[in-house]
């Protein structure tokens, strides 16, 4: 009888696609964490210590100062070799926030403070707000898109405050300059809507103050990248967040 050959498996590259497949996975999760957060809503106790209020401050430091520091420029030049970052980059900011927003969900202490009694059928508008608030904040977005994001296997760069990738202009950006903040306020805004409490409403409040302050930091980069065409777009798109009001 003659021997019959069998190609052998590569069990490398399966695993490859397990682990790609894994993480892209959890890294779509990621990028929804704080807006689940929000709609699932933080711990509150009436009889919790006002300590606790310090406590959480220094776990949002924990998962803010990170963060805003590895969107800097000279920190992706300096860290990754490239001002625009890469998809190691991405993929190690991804991981970054798994870890310390994780320690928040897992960490944060109950909040004490007011707490009011909102109809239901104004909660049921504070959930469809918040479901459009999600639409607004992805709008336009692909699943290609949201791997660059990532930095998914065999994904480019394709967004970043550099010449190499385009300047978005046209749709929301065509009305205000940073639409998916925004969006970010209204869904912390809705979140407040169905869960009305102090909690809620420290931690909405942070998320929402450290989109607001990073504006200026954000556009000094795309200045300093991208000169003339942002200023150009600056001027044809005054307002940042609200159309007649900032």
Known sequence: ??????????????????????????????????FGSLLYGFRYDPNASGWNYVVNLGLYLFFAVPHL???????????????AGKPSERRFYILSTIVTWGAILILQRPLPGFALDMPE???????LGFLLSLLLFFEGFTFAALDSMIGASGSAITLSHGPETPLFTEGQYGA?????????????ACALVIHPNAAEFFWATLIGVTFIAFIPVEEAQLLAARGDDYRQYMARTPYRLIRGVW
């Not at 590569?10 to 929804?32: F, G, I, K, M, P």
């Not at 059928?121 to 959930?127: A, E, N, S, T």
């Open 69 to 83: 520091l590895m969107t800097r420029a000279w920190f992706k030049a300096a860290v990754w070799g490239s001002p």
């Open 176 to 188: 205000v300059r940073h639409p998916m903040y925004r969006a970010a306020l209204l869904a912390g």
């Open 1 to 34: 009888m003659s021997a019959i050959d069998v190609a052998p498996i590569d069990t490398r590259s399966s695993n490859r696609s397990a682990y790609e497949s894994a993480y892209r996975l959890v890294a779509y999760l990621a990028l929804l964490s704080v």
């Open 121 to 127: 059928p104004i909660r049921f508008l504070g959930y």
